[in-house]
């Protein structure tokens, strides 16, 4: 797979750029239907009108349920957004994104267990391809000079799974999650739609 890939305040404007130079990347990580991916678009759609939803969710043939979850997204995304299926390279979806353009990966957990089971056209990678493929990941987002979020979700603070490839995949999820909210400017614990702040600057969204 492809390797070479390379903060909204007062002081925010609308080059992704915060008034010191910094350019804006944001992690948001929280459980299922939390919130967070609601609350990365509305940072995202505050940084620039041109924005890349980088969808990382592969359905399996049938699946039904996955396809109406799919269809609610793209409903509440409404317009102003090009989507990128990133077919499990992330950092070629970054390293392509067109000038300007606000970039909102949606989601960590997905992509992960793409990468484990064999979805994407890479095939199934194993503990060590997977690290690779996040560490190659993690230094684009760092790199990336344009405003970023990035939406994961958070699998360790349940039980122990009970088989090999879900403890995989909990491990490698916490592996992506520590280097990405590293990686990331601002850092956010998303819980019942409310952000909890990491590191870097407290949320602050219009009000709807």
Request: with cysteine; glycine share 12%; proline share 5%.
């Amino acid at each position: 797979m492809h390797r070479a890939c390379a903060r909204r305040s007062p002081a925010f404007c609308r080059t992704g750029r915060l008034s010191g130079g910094a350019v804006r990347k944001a992690f948001f990580v929280g459980g299922a239907s939390c919130g967070k991916s609601a609350l990365a678009q509305r940072l995202a759609e505050s940084w620039s009108p041109r924005r890349l939803y980088a969808a990382t969710l592969v359905p399996a043939e049938g699946d039904g349920e996955s396809l109406a979850r799919i269809e609610r997204h793209r409903q509440a995304r409404g317009a102003g957004w090009t989507v990128a299926e990133c077919r499990g390279d992330l950092c070629a979806v970054l390293a392509q994104a067109p000038a300007g353009t606000a970039v909102l990966v949606d989601a960590v957990g997905p992509w992960i267990a793409g990468l484990l089971c064999g979805s994407y056209p890479c095939g199934a990678l194993d503990e060590a391809g997977v690290r690779a493929e996040v560490e190659a990941f993690a230094k684009a987002f760092a790199a990336f000079r344009g405003p970023c979020c990035v939406v994961s979700d958070e699998a360790g603070m349940g039980l122990v799974p009970p088989d090999p490839l879900s403890r995989s995949f909990r491990d490698m999820l916490g592996y992506a999650n520590r280097l990405l909210a590293g990686s990331a400017r601002d850092a956010y614990l998303v819980s019942c739609g409310m952000a909890i702040r990491l590191k870097g600057r407290p949320l602050a969204l219009k009000a709807r």
